[in-house]
């Protein structure tokens, strides 16, 4: 039997502070389903994050209804579960309409057993008989957990061809710039499934999957699929991953088994113009110079026009740099977006900061504080009083908004605490 289904993971809706980075976002989203469409598959997998929070706003939720409905009319099911985006730990995702709907169909389905194991149950596709589970994403990667719960035994011996879906990162196929991202090693995952649909790294795996055309044949140890995300939702993702996209997977099922491949289908829905300059012993005017001579020579008509600025100045200071007025400039002569980011860049005033390994995280934070505070000058403010006031706005910044105090109400408080602590006072306009 011949089946064909659409791979989708970290869609991300509304990820973007910018309304229009969203709507790139938006469009690619509806691209993506609209060549699902065209591909005939007999059903979708969302691997979780399908919404950037858990409560988006109405157009969000609009938009993702309207897309999954086109899929529900033509009968095509979209299985999936809950990333740690959309997830909440209240039960109060928007997710859950999209579920009422029937546009959306949960696969985590968990249940006790009486050793308190967690056992999952199938849920079966009734066009292609193939058995599908899995396990839904929590805040801080906490699912993992639970992955050490699981009743594997189980979903090892459940005969027929089968599919489990995660929103975790796996060790060891964790990417290096991604070593700081919590994880959790294979072994955990249950064996005996034909394919993996992964989610949460927003990174194509196998990377082998990137060169445009290939075809990677799904085998026990190429099981394990990562589409990555379906628009970039920060300025790395820009830089790096420049545009996402879905996999699509086929095959046929032979006795009781899956015999699948998988080819990544790339969707891109505006161009990206990267700008990286080294301003090592340059002088501001001098990085000025250099950043107008290149964006002099690169096209960046409705383009995205990303730069990035590293180094140690010999002269001035970073925000001498004007970002909004470079922005600006761009803007005007036709970019669709700018981002400028200088966090790589420093002055001579302010040198390396380096930390012996071995120490706790409490000294870490207290060594990095103290060798900063000494490169900061504030008038009336010496090193120690700096020092100890960045101790209380980090104690400040931990606390949690309690239940039932809004959020604007939970900022004007942090807000105020900060101004507190470094001693701002408003001063009342003179009357005139």
Known sequence: MKIKFAHISDVHLGAWRSERMNKLGYKAFEEVVNNVIKENVDFVIISGDLYDVSNPNVEVIDLATRELKKLKDLEIPVYGIMGSHDFSPSNKSMVRPLITAGLFIDVWDPELDDDNKIRLNFLIDPKTNIKLTGLRARKRSLEIE???????????????????????????????????????????????????????????????LKVDGVTLQVNEKNNIIYPGCVFPTDFRELERVKHGGFCLVSGEIRGEKLVLKVKFNPVKVIDIRNIVLNCNDKSVSEVLDQLRHELSN???????????????????????????????????????????????????????????????????EATLIKEHASQVKIKNFPTDKIEKKIHQLLVSLGSERQIGTKVMDYNDSLKQTFLSIFEIHKTKERKQ
């Open 146 to 208: 639970e992955y050490q719960e699981l009743d594997r035994q189980t979903l090892e011996a459940e005969k027929g061809p089968k599919i489990f879906i995660l929103h975790t990162m796996l060790s060891e196929l964790k990417p290096k710039e991604f070593k700081d991202m919590e994880s959790a090693p294979k072994s955990l995952l249950p064996q005996n499934f034909d394919y993996y649909a992964g989610g949460h790294l927003h990174k194509l795996l196998p990377e082998k």
């Open 298 to 364: 690169r096209d960046c008509q409705d383009k995205i026009v990303t730069v990035r600025l590293f180094g140690i100045l010999s002269s001035g200071k970073t925000y001498d740099i004007k970002s909004n007025e470079l922005i600006q400039k761009l803007k005007e002569n036709g970019a669709y977006e700018v981002f400028i980011n200088k966090n790589a860049l420093t002055t001579v005033e302010y040198q390396a900061i380096s930390v012996s390994t071995g120490e706790s995280n409490e000294e870490i």
